[in-house]
């Protein structure tokens, strides 16, 4: 059979592709049949989080951290409770990580605060001497990129049905809403909105002006977005 | 001995020294942690296994010769023996393959084993481990214990010393500074340091005056020595009157105590300085209790 | 025609020869860099701290891994098709003008995507996945150049003299078919600029999966693209330059046949060994590690079928450096399949996954297996495609010598660097508490980074060495004649 398979390009290539195919099929499909389905609590992001998830992507922080909480007492203990499968629902992509080069950050936004981040980012050894991490300085002259975050929104919300301004159920049982403007100018301001809290607890004074004036610097983003990890 | 067996045998070795010194380099070694033994475990099979087989074969390419039926064929000059399969190569295998289906069959049979359960079971036994440590520490024991906690949880922000890191935290060898204080008199204070909700007025509230606000907080800032201002007493009503707080109506002002530091680390502190986060889901009663002790030894 | 020797057309094979060297220098500069930034962060900012944008680690990292997969790797299997493949299948490129068009049009296609990856890269575009970073307009050019190089690949198949396919177009039919489909499924995305009636950057999509499933997708890819990228048209090139060069007879057909389709059919199962202790099912990823162990078998037997056909030729292995380079590649490449087995065994990977151990695996399979097999062939290929000696042995020997220093400290370095932060990590101290804040394994691994970027940039002397060595090959060497080129490459003293 293998002499006539080397003989015939066409069915070598179809018995390799079978060998192959149907792996796959078998480790993917169960899992999507299975649907990912939020757990209690998990809410999508608002515009300005994740705008300030593309900042994070955009400086492939996932280089270096991971979110991803192992189901072993010694992450429990360093970063919070193991990872549930429902946490994810609303991440695309999975930023789960290979590589921890720095700590991992699923749920940063527990035990790491806005003017910690703000030191922390513009220059890692001033609060930590001999780490590693970069100094991100740009990102206090960049602006975040707010409407391509809300074109993520709408896109998510048409294709994946994910639910913004509904009611989401939380864990104390109470409900929340992650509102999503009807137009792009509704987005921006509220973005900017939330930016404006962000910010209040920053000590940059550049940032708090640029805020006033109605730009949104990447930093602020990222905070956003890093405070609602948890 | 050949060169080349030699030469495996130290790389072996240096493989094998430089996992001893990994080991060596985490506190306790091994720890008696089944997973940090199954880790060396395998980097030792590694080294060993390759070693051998490496040797094997390049044995064969100094001794043994070239045999076996040559395939008519040929590719661009290449052609082909006929030669049977390693018998060792393929005894392995088939044995993979089958200890594969037990393993998944009947080692571990499809969802018997669940990691999360894994999970509880080790937790619970390193919780048992450590609870009858706990019930009676106290003392220096407390504080070395608070210590290490410090170490692990705290000085990201609070610096090596608790030094505060040059006003990025708070500096934790002395209670208050002046910014901190001025700015509760401004802003007013509502962060549960006694455990539960009671605001501190603001200075206005009390009747302060701007210079009077300097004053105080110049006097709280310098740990409540020098001239007491006028209107400290004030405060001394609720903080009593050297700052040594009052149970229930103010928090202590001239150094820590255990309920003090609890409750920060148990609801937060938001303040001139920055925002301190909550510890409460992060570290059980005893290492707070333990962080607290520490902490009020600090300034002591 | 049938009693003289082919003229095989080697233009596509050259162009793809260039792009192989300057990319794996480029590629591998950056990886220096990298290192040095990891030991020393002040590298960070070593343009100027205004540039520091572009420059920083975290930027430069997928530049360094695409550049050397899609970069460095890709061109050496394409340059090695471009030259095996008509060879073994007895048909030349210069037979068919639909072929070379096919072939020229693939590989300028192939810069454009090069050249939109660089850039896209340095901007921060990126969608975040592992060796599959590129935004869906660089994707389509993808799949644009695989389609073309799959014409040409079943084009030149289908024009052959020889009936029968060599192992190595086994690997190569392999290669294409496997990154087409994981490719495929893996960059399924949704344009938000379009989806959402034209707002935000073109540019950007949205991953048609989320969380869990996303992650269980991207490894399949992830993992497979290691199967189809460094080991499958590795193995295809190692089957024909090590018979050819060495002029001994592959060791068993029979070994041959069973590793290959072991091969394709195990090492499907184990992607999940990447997600292990994550959230997807317990079974999926017990069955990748069970799977990962057996894959030991299918990938050694290729090794060994290498191994053994050196058989009673260790002469040849002493005394030409292009052999030592091929018969080190095959036994990195039995490190790395048992090392890899060792990582996906759960309670090892509990240690191993997330640190060092993880990239030491990774490059003594690159840097020992897959980047000193493609510089052997390219090796062997110079006297042929040149028609000129190569220029230098002695700076052969030189090159090997550091590199294989080289790899050694990297992965050294990172074996005990990745088992320390592993273990202290896991280590708890006598109250019960962490013992170590994160910082302090961080810190600790300063030495052991300090030594990997020495290693590293060894191992890039020894590129700049390949480098110099082709182009003196090329411009300067010693014309020869066809009779010279039979096996042993001819090589100047
Ligand atoms: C029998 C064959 C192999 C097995 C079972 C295997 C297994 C593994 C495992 C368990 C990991 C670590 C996953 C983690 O914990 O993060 C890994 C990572 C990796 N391996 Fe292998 N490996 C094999 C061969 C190879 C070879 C030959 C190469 C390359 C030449 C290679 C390249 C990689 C790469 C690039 C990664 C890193 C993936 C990432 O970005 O996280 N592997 N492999
Ligand atoms: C001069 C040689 C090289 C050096 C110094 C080097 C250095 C590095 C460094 C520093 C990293 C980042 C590791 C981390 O995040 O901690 C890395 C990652 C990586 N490199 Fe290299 N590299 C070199 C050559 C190569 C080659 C030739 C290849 C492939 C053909 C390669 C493939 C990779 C891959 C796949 C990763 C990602 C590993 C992972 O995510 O686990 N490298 N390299
Ligand atoms: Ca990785
Ligand atoms: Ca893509
Ligand atoms: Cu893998």
């Known amino acids: 059979m293998f002499h006539w398979l080397e003989k015939h390009p066409f069915f070598f290539a179809v018995g390799v592709f079978v060998t192959i195919a149907f792996a796959g099929l078998i480790e993917i499909v169960p899992n999507f049949a299975e649907a990912s389905r939020?757990?209690?609590?998990?809410?999508?992001?608002?515009?300005?989080?994740?705008?300030?998830?593309?900042?994070?992507?955009?400086?492939?922080?996932?280089?270096?951290?991971?979110?991803?909480?192992?189901?072993?007492?010694?992450?429990?203990?360093?970063?919070?409770?193991?990872?549930?499968?429902?946490?994810?629902?609303?991440?695309?992509?999975?930023?789960?990580?290979?590589?921890?080069?720095?700590?991992?950050?699923?749920?940063?936004?527990?035990?790491?605060?806005?003017?910690?981040?703000?030191?922390?980012?513009?220059?890692?050894?001033?609060?930590?001497?001999?780490?590693?991490?970069?100094?991100?300085?740009?990102?206090?002259?960049?602006?975040?990129?707010?409407?391509?975050?809300?074109?993520?929104?709408?896109?998510?919300?048409?294709?994946?049905?994910?639910?913004?301004?509904?009611?989401?159920?939380?864990?104390?049982?109470?409900?929340?809403?992650?509102?999503?403007?009807?137009t792009l100018a509704g987005a921006q301001a509220s973005a900017l909105e939330e930016a404006k809290l962000v910010a209040a607890d920053m000590k940059d004074k550049s940032v708090q002006d640029a805020v006033s004036a109605g730009q949104i610097p990447e930093i602020v983003a990222l905070i956003a977005y890093m405070n609602s990890l948890k | 001995m050949n060169k080349l067996t030699l030469w495996g045998i130290i790389f072996a070795v240096l493989m094998l020294g430089l996992t001893w010194l990994s080991i060596g380099g985490s506190k306790g070694g091994l720890n008696d942690d089944?997973?940090?033994?199954?880790?060396?475990?395998?980097?030792?099979?590694?080294?060993?296994?390759?070693?051998?087989?490496?040797?094997?074969?390049?044995?064969?390419?100094?001794?043994?010769?070239?045999?076996?039926?040559?395939?008519?064929?040929?590719?661009?000059?290449?052609?082909?023996?006929?030669?049977?399969?390693?018998?060792?190569?393929?005894?392995?295998?088939?044995?993979?393959?089958?200890?594969?289906?037990?393993?998944?069959?009947?080692?571990?049979?499809?969802?018997?084993?669940?990691?999360?359960?894994?999970?509880?079971?080790?937790?619970?036994?390193?919780?048992?481990?450590?609870?009858?440590?706990?019930?009676?520490?106290?003392?220096?024991?407390?504080?070395?214990?608070?210590?290490?906690?410090?170490?692990?949880?705290?000085?990201?922000?609070?610096?090596?010393?608790?030094?505060?890191?040059?006003?990025?935290?708070?500096?934790?060898?002395?209670?208050?500074?002046?910014?901190?204080?001025?700015?509760?008199?401004?802003?007013?204070?509502?962060?549960?340091?006694?455990?539960?909700?009671?605001?501190?007025?603001?200075?206005?509230?009390?009747?302060?005056?701007?210079?009077?606000?300097?004053?105080?907080?110049?006097?709280?800032?310098?740990?409540?020595?020098?001239?007491?201002?006028?209107?400290?007493?004030?405060?001394?009503?609720?903080?009593?009157?050297?700052?040594?707080?009052?149970?229930?109506?103010?928090?202590?002002?001239?150094?820590?105590?255990?309920?003090?530091?609890?409750?920060?680390?148990?609801?937060?502190?938001?303040?001139?300085?920055?925002?301190?986060?909550?510890?409460?889901?992060?570290?059980?009663?005893?290492?707070?209790?333990?962080?607290?002790?520490?902490?009020?030894?600090?300034?002591? | 025609m049938e009693n003289r020797p082919l003229e095989y057309d080697y233009t596509v094979a050259k162009m793809f020869m260039l792009t192989t060297v300057l990319l794996g220098i480029v590629g591998m500069l950056v990886g220096v860099i990298l290192a040095w930034q990891l030991a020393f962060p002040s590298v960070n900012t070593?343009?100027?701290?205004?540039?520091?944008?572009?420059?920083?680690?975290?930027?430069?990292?997928?530049?360094?891994?695409?550049?050397?997969?899609?970069?460095?790797?890709?061109?050496?299997?394409?340059?090695?098709?471009?030259?095996?493949?008509?060879?073994?299948?007895?048909?030349?490129?210069?037979?068919?003008?639909?072929?070379?068009?096919?072939?020229?049009?693939?590989?300028?296609?192939?810069?454009?995507?090069?050249?939109?990856?660089?850039?896209?890269?340095?901007?921060?575009?990126?969608?975040?996945?592992?060796?599959?970073?590129?935004?869906?307009?660089?994707?389509?050019?993808i799949v644009i150049v695989w389609v073309i190089w799959g014409l040409s690949l079943f084009g030149l198949i289908g024009m052959r003299r020889e009936k029968s396919l060599y192992i190595s177009i086994w690997?190569?039919?392999?290669?294409?078919?496997?990154?087409?489909?994981?490719?495929?499924?893996?960059?399924?995305?949704?344009?938000?600029?379009?989806?959402?009636?034209?707002?935000?950057?073109?540019?950007?999509?949205?991953?048609?999966?989320?969380?869990?499933?996303?992650?269980?997708?991207?490894?399949?890819?992830?993992?497979?693209?290691?199967?189809?990228?460094?080991?499958?048209?590795?193995?295809?090139?190692?089957?024909?330059?090590?018979?050819?060069?060495?002029?001994q007879a592959v060791f068993s057909y029979k070994l041959s046949l069973l590793s290959f389709w072991g091969l394709m059919f195990v090492y499907l199962w184990a992607g999940g060994h990447h997600l292990l202790f994550s959230t997807v099912p317990d079974w999926m990823q017990t069955m990748s590690s069970v799977f990962s162990v057996i894959l030991i078998l299918p990938s050694w037997g290729s090794a060994i079928n290498m191994l053994l056909t050196m058989k009673g030729e260790w002469q040849q292995v002493a005394s030409s450096p292009l052999i030592k380079f091929m018969v080190l590649a095959s036994t990195f490449y039995m490190f790395s399949t048992l090392e890899g087995p060792i990582q996906a065994i759960k309670s090892v990977n509990a240690i191993a996954h997330f640190t060092d151990w993880i990239v030491g695996h990774v490059h003594d399979g690159t840097l020992g297996w897959v980047a000193f097999m493609i510089m052997a062939a390219l090796f062997h290929m110079a006297p042929r495609v040149f028609k000129r000696e190569i220029y230098s042995k002695s700076l052969m020997n030189t090159q090997f010598w550091i590199q294989t220093l080289g790899v050694v400290l990297y992965f050294t370095s990172m074996w005990i660097a990745g088992i320390t932060q592993g273990m202290m990590w896991r280590a708890h101290d006598e109250f019960g508490n962490l013992a170590y804040s994160f910082i302090d394994t961080v810190t600790v691994l300063h030495p052991y980074y300090t030594i990997r970027a020495v290693g590293g940039t060894l191992y890039l002397i020894g590129m700049f060495l390949f480098a110099w060595n082709m182009y003196k090959t090329m411009t300067a060497g010693r014309r020869v004649e066809e009779n010279e080129l039979q096996n042993a490459s001819p090589m100047a003293a």
């Not at chain 1, 409770?81 to 290979?98: I, K, N, T, V």
């Not at chain 3, 996303?214 to 024909?240: E, K």
């Open chain 3, 171 to 247: 690997y190569y039919i392999a290669t294409f078919l496997g990154i087409a489909m994981l490719y495929l499924f893996n960059n399924m995305e949704i344009p938000t600029y379009f989806a959402s009636g034209g707002i935000g950057a073109w540019w950007h999509s949205v991953s048609m999966y989320s969380g869990t499933n996303d992650a269980l997708v991207q490894w399949w890819y992830g993992h497979n693209a290691v199967a189809f990228g460094f080991t499958v048209p590795i193995v295809a090139m190692i089957y024909y330059f090590l018979p050819k060069e060495s002029g």
């Open chain 1, 38 to 182: 939020p757990s209690i609590g998990t809410k999508p992001y608002t515009t300005l989080e994740l705008a300030g998830r593309h900042v994070y992507i955009k400086n492939s922080c996932n280089a270096c951290h991971s979110q991803l909480i192992r189901p072993f007492k010694a992450e429990t203990d360093r970063y919070g409770d193991y990872s549930l499968s429902g946490e994810y629902a609303y991440d695309r992509p999975f930023l789960w990580g290979s590589k921890r080069t720095g700590p991992d950050l699923m749920r940063v936004g527990n035990y790491r605060t806005t003017d910690w981040h703000e030191n922390h980012m513009r220059d890692p050894r001033s609060v930590v001497p001999g780490s590693i991490m970069p100094a991100y300085a740009w990102l206090f002259e960049n602006s975040a990129d707010v409407d391509t975050a809300y074109a993520e929104q709408v896109t998510v919300r048409d294709f994946f049905s994910v639910p913004y301004n509904q009611e989401i159920p939380m864990k104390d049982g109470s409900k929340e809403t992650v509102v999503l403007a009807d």
């Open chain 2, 34 to 300: 089944i997973v940090n033994m199954l880790a060396v475990a395998g980097a030792i099979a590694l080294v060993v296994i390759s070693v051998f087989v490496v040797i094997k074969y390049v044995r064969q390419m100094q001794n043994d010769t070239a045999t076996g039926k040559l395939a008519d064929k040929n590719w661009d000059g290449i052609g082909e023996y006929k030669n049977e399969l390693p018998a060792g190569w393929a005894f392995i295998f088939l044995g993979t393959m089958v200890w594969g289906m037990w393993y998944f069959l009947v080692g571990y049979p499809v969802n018997a084993y669940s990691q999360i359960g894994e999970y509880n079971q080790d937790t619970a036994a390193h919780n048992a481990k450590f609870e009858a440590k706990y019930a009676n520490m106290d003392g220096t024991a407390l504080v070395d214990m608070g210590e290490a906690v410090f170490l692990a949880e705290c000085k990201v922000c609070h610096g090596l010393t608790a030094d505060g890191i040059d006003g990025k935290a708070a500096n934790l060898n002395q209670r208050l500074e002046a910014v901190v204080v001025k700015n509760v008199l401004v802003n007013g204070s509502n962060n549960k340091l006694l455990g539960f909700e009671f605001p501190m007025p603001t200075g206005t509230d009390l009747g302060l005056s701007a210079s009077d606000i300097d004053e105080i907080s110049a006097y709280i800032g310098n740990g409540l020595n020098g001239n007491e201002p006028a209107m400290f007493g004030v405060c001394a009503g609720c903080h009593g009157a050297q700052g040594e707080g009052l149970d229930g109506v103010g928090p202590q002002l001239n150094g820590f105590n255990n309920t003090l530091v609890t409750n920060i680390l148990t609801y937060g502190k938001k303040g001139a300085i920055g925002t301190m986060p909550k510890f409460a889901d992060r570290l059980n009663a005893k290492q707070i209790e333990a962080a607290s002790a520490y902490v009020t030894s600090l300034s002591k």
């Open chain 3, 46 to 141: 070593i343009l100027g701290s205004g540039v520091a944008e572009y420059t920083n680690f975290s930027r430069l990292r997928p530049l360094h891994t695409d550049a050397v997969i899609f970069g460095f790797t890709l061109s050496g299997i394409w340059a090695t098709w471009y030259y095996v493949g008509q060879r073994v299948l007895k048909v030349s490129m210069a037979e068919s003008k639909v072929l070379m068009f096919l072939g020229k049009l693939h590989f300028w296609l192939y810069l454009v995507g090069v050249v939109a990856v660089v850039v896209s890269l340095l901007l921060g575009i990126t969608t975040s996945k592992e060796y599959a970073e590129f935004e869906w307009p660089i994707d389509i050019a």
